[in-house]
Antibody, heavy 118, light 108 residues
Framework: QITLKESGPTLVKPTQTLTLTCTFS??????????VGWIRQPPGKALEWLAL???????RYSPSLKSRLTITKDTSKNQVVLTMTNMDPVDTATYYC??????????WGQGTLVTVSS | SYVLTQPPSVSVAPGQTARITCGGN??????VHWYQQKPGQAPVLVVY???DRPSGIPERFSGSNSGNTATLTISRVEAGDEADYYC???????????FGTGTKVTVL
C-alpha cells in the first residue's frame, strides 16, 4: 500500500522560504519510472501543479513558479522536499504531494495547509 | 500553456447520469485523467488514460475523449458522488501536467 504524508510549517511570513517534506512508504524513488509530484490548492480554488521529481533525479517545474521552486529527493529516507522562496499571501494553499508512475497522480497525501501572513 | 475548461457546476438527481466535460485544444490526442475531491479531502483518481478505472473505483464511473472534449460520466448517481471533479492531462509540448478548472457536482 502506497502512502504519502506532507509536513512543514502551517504559517510562514511574507518573503520567507517555505520548506515542505513529503514522506512516503510502499514504493521506492529509485525504481525506474517512479515520480513524486507537488500540487497545491488555494482555499476554494482549483488544483495547481508545482513540481515533479523522478527516480533518475530528472525534475520538472511549473514555468510560472520555476524561479522560486526547488525539488529534491532523499531516497534513503523515502522523502521528497519542496522549497518555495519569497512566499506571498497568494501562496496560501493546501499543498499535496502525490505518487506518479505515468502521466497521472495516484495516490495523494492528505495535504497540509500553509498560510502566508505577517 | 494548455488550458482545460470545465463547467463550474453540474446538478443531477439521484439515480440519473452526470456528465462532466473537459475542453481543450485537440484534447482527443492526449490522455485524460480524472480526480474526485470530496470536501476536506485529498483528490482521488477515478479514471486514467481516458477511460480506465483504478481498482476500487465503481464501474459507474466512465470516461471518453474525442476531438476537443473529454467527458467523465457518472451513471446511477449516488449522494456520495457529490464532490469536485478535476480533469488532468500531460502536455508533451510543455512537458508537464495541467489541471482543469474543476466542476462541482451537486446531487439534488
Amino acid at each position: 500500500q502506497i502512502t504519502l504524508k506532507e509536513s512543514g510549517p502551517t504559517l510562514v511570513k511574507p518573503t520567507q522560504t517555505l520548506t515542505l517534506t513529503c514522506t512516503f512508504s510502499g514504493f521506492s524513488l529509485s525504481t525506474s519510472g517512479v515520480g513524486v509530484g507537488w500540487i497545491r490548492q488555494p482555499p476554494g480554488k482549483a488544483l495547481e501543479w508545482l513540481a515533479l521529481i523522478y527516480w533518475n533525479d530528472d525534475k520538472r517545474y511549473s514555468p510560472s513558479l520555476k524561479s522560486r521552486l526547488t525539488i529534491t529527493k532523499d531516497t534513503s529516507k523515502n522523502q521528497v522536499v519542496l522549497t518555495m522562496t519569497n512566499m506571498d499571501p497568494v501562496d496560501t494553499a493546501t499543498y499535496y504531494c502525490a505518487h506518479s508512475l505515468s502521466e497521472w497522480f495516484d495516490p495523494w497525501g492528505q495535504g497540509t495547509l500553509v498560510t502566508v501572513s505577517s | 500553456s494548455y488550458v482545460l475548461t470545465q463547467p463550474p457546476s453540474v446538478s443531477v438527481a439521484p439515480g440519473q447520469t452526470a456528465r462532466i466535460t473537459c475542453g481543450g485544444n485537440n484534447i482527443g490526442s492526449k490522455s485524460v485523467h480524472w480526480y474526485q475531491q470530496k470536501p476536506g479531502q485529498a483528490p482521488v483518481l477515478v479514471v486514467y488514460d481516458d477511460s480506465d478505472r483504478p481498482s476500487g473505483i465503481p464501474e459507474r464511473f466512465s470516461g471518453s475523449n474525442s476531438g476537443n472534449t473529454a467527458t467523465l460520466t457518472i451513471s446511477r448517481v449516488e449522494a456520495g458522488d457529490e464532490a469536485d471533479y478535476y480533469c488532468q492531462v500531460w502536455d508533451s509540448s510543455s512537458d508537464h501536467p495541467f489541471f482543469g478548472t474543476g466542476t462541482k457536482v451537486t446531487v439534488l
